[in-house]
């Protein structure tokens, strides 16, 4: 019987292998209204306070606190933008908006809802005061938002929506972030055919890689297409090389033990080739490697998969060793897959000689209080309608029988 020369590594020391290749990619400076999704690089400081003015919290009128209730002369208003060019004394009030520096003299604000505006015949219009209040109320005070030189995003964040906000809070227009990994995608294969195409005979349409594109794009990466390569040596050759450009290429396909399953032995060829066989179902022949090429900048590595060529091995794959791969060089600081717990609807088949991935859709069940994980039924590695609505894999250990409904297990997110 033939035995694949390569050993079976478990899925945590495979995975080990591939984030200790997984370098973070040199930052780049981008714009920071276009920073969505990025990783920060840098930390970011305040370069002033906010407020950098005491402001009013209020629409309302500015007192001197100590005077408590009563009927008092309006001096002014100040509204925000403006600043006030006359002084509340003691005795007086002013009419001040949201936002609004207070204007000097005044140390806590009314709300407007707590006064009633008396107007004079001649002279300044009048303000019943109703409410009493303390010095500082309603009033925020110079950096009480942030203070000058606060670290307000660290790097290894994130940018987030907030995040954004944060950014131009603080004044930054430029921004040093790590920069979306390159990963070029080629599928193998002489049967393959674009989804456009008739299917001939022995033909079928390349699913792998407009999957392979969206997952990737769902992850942060930006696409190389490399488009389908039939199983030939040389044609296959010229697309890696192409590929090897990128900071990771996923191949698909031509990784079992078949006589036209040639990507192996070239990637031998044009690196170092770190596992090909790892004990999981399904995916068991995902095959890993580093190639580095001198170029104009210095030395390159990509991180080339070599992905099984069943649709659902494919994904499953790409989840648990691309993803992490493809984060960590995003500059991610925990690249890994989210682990819950979540209980089985119903019972699962094991498997006695691998732990499998199965595809599952988890819910939050309230009346639990946790997450309950339903399968997405035949777990057949050519059946991609077992991914279909699937968010989660469950790890299910290497073990003969099953798992009775109910039961808790480990589950990996990837909706
Ligand atoms: P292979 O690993 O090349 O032996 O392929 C294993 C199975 O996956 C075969 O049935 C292939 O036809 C199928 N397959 C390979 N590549 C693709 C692809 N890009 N899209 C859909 N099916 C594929
Ligand atoms: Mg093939």
Redesign the pocket.
């Given at each position: 019987m033939a035995e694949s020369p390569y050993p079976m590594l478990s899925v945590e020391a495979a995975l080990a292998a591939v984030l200790a290749q997984a370098k973070r990619l040199p930052p780049v400076a981008i714009l920071a209204r276009q920073a969505l999704g990025y990783i920060l690089a840098a930390d970011i400081r305040a370069s002033e306070p906010l407020p950098p003015f005491p402001a009013s919290v209020k629409d309302g009128y500015a007192v001197v606190a100590a005077d408590g209730p009563g009927t008092y002369p309006l001096v002014g208003e100040v509204t925000a933008g403006r600043m006030a060019d006359f002084t509340v004394t003691p005795g007086t009030v002013a009419y001040v908006t949201t936002g609004a520096p207070m204007p000097p003299g005044a140390d806590a604000v009314v709300m407007v809802e707590q006064t009633e505006k008396l107007w004079a015949r001649n002279g300044p219009a009048q303000i019943e005061i109703r409410a009493r209040v303390r010095p500082g109320d309603d009033v925020r005070p110079v950096g009480v938002d942030v203070a000058e030189g606060e670290l307000v995003l660290e790097a290894g964040t994130r940018l987030g929506p907030a995040e954004i906000g944060l950014l131009a809070t603080a004044g930054v227009t430029d921004v040093s972030v790590y920069p979306r990994p390159l990963v070029a995608v080629l599928?193998?294969?002489d049967?393959?055919v674009e989804p456009g195409t008739p299917l001939g005979p022995g033909q079928?349409?390349?699913?792998?890689?407009a999957?392979l594109i969206a997952a990737i794009q769902a992850v942060g990466g930006e696409v190389m297409d490399l488009g389908?390569s039939g199983?030939s040596q040389a044609s296959l050759e010229a697309s890696v090389q192409r590929g090897l450009r990128a900071d990771v290429l996923l191949t698909?396909?031509?990784?079992?033990m078949?006589d036209?399953?040639l990507i192996k032995p070239l990637l031998e060829h044009a690196g170092q080739v770190h596992f090909g066989r790892v004990r999981m179902k399904p995916g068991k022949?995902i095959t890993f490697a580093t190639s580095t090429t001198a170029n104009a900048s210095g030395d390159h590595t990509c991180l080339v998969f070599g992905l099984?060529?069943?649709?659902v091995?494919?994904l499953v794959t790409f989840y648990l060793f691309a993803v992490p791969a493809i984060r960590a060089l995003a500059g991610h600081a925990d690249p890994n897959l989210r682990r819950v717990q979540a209980r089985l609807s119903h019972a699962l088949p094991l498997d006695p000689a691998r732990p499998e991935y199965h595809r599952a859709t988890l819910r939050w069940d309230m009346a639990t209080n946790g997450f309950v994980a339903e399968s997405t039924g035949s777990q057949s590695?050519?059946r991609?309608l077992s991914m279909r609505t699937a968010n989660a894999l469950l790890e299910l250990p290497e073990r003969d029988g099953e798992l009775p409904a109910g039961s808790l297990v480990s589950a990996l997110l990837i909706g």
């Open positions: 599928s193998t294969g049967e393959l079928i349409r390349d699913s792998n890689r999957m389908i199983d698909s396909g031509g990784v079992s078949g036209l399953d022949p099984p060529g069943n649709p091995s494919s590695s050519s991609l």
